[in-house]
């Protein structure tokens, strides 16, 4: 009997689980539970890479879908006179830069996204 109550309680939590993430997935809410996946891009007004004579790649820890992807590169985009993108797949960020920045400038909004960096060599 006891073993039943056990199984049944175990069902129970693995069905509300699935569900939840069903849920969030249909709303289109981040694997963190921040944010949602329709937020607005902060859009870069100079694309041109040629103005950007500077440039860094970092990688970054602890993304686990391209929203975390998107919140990074948002972040790093409201920076100014830097063009960033960043590649969940290989988990770094390239940041193009008009002048050279100080890196702990790039390490706040990189942190501010709550996420971190270490440089790739």
Do not use: Q, W
């Given at each position: 009997?006891?073993?039943?109550?056990?199984?049944?309680?175990?069902?129970?939590?693995?069905?509300?689980?699935?569900?939840?993430?069903?849920?969030?997935?249909?709303?289109?809410?981040?694997?963190?539970g921040?944010?949602?996946?329709?937020?607005?891009?902060?859009?870069?007004?100079?694309?041109?890479?040629?103005?950007?004579?500077?440039?860094?790649?970092?990688n970054?820890g602890?993304?686990?879908?391209?929203?975390?992807?998107?919140?990074?590169?948002?972040?790093?985009?409201?920076?100014?006179?830097?063009?960033?993108?960043?590649?969940?797949?290989?988990?770094?960020?390239?940041?193009?830069?008009?002048?050279?920045?100080?890196?702990?400038?790039?390490?706040d909004?990189?942190?501010?996204?709550?996420?971190?960096?270490?440089?790739?060599?």
């Amino acid at each position: 009997m006891e073993k039943t109550i056990i199984l049944i309680v175990i069902g129970i939590i693995a069905i509300v689980g699935i569900v939840n993430y069903i849920k969030r997935m249909k709303s289109g809410s981040c694997c963190s539970g921040e944010g949602t996946l329709n937020t607005e891009k902060v859009k870069v007004k100079d694309k041109n890479k040629k103005h950007y004579p500077y440039k860094k790649v970092l990688n970054i820890g602890g993304m686990t879908c391209s929203h975390c992807a998107k919140n990074i590169e948002n972040h790093l985009n409201k920076i100014n006179n830097v063009y960033a993108k960043v590649d969940f797949d290989k988990e770094e960020a390239v940041i193009l830069m008009k002048e050279e920045l100080d890196e702990k400038l790039l390490e706040d909004a990189i942190k501010d996204s709550g996420y971190r960096y270490y440089i790739k060599d």
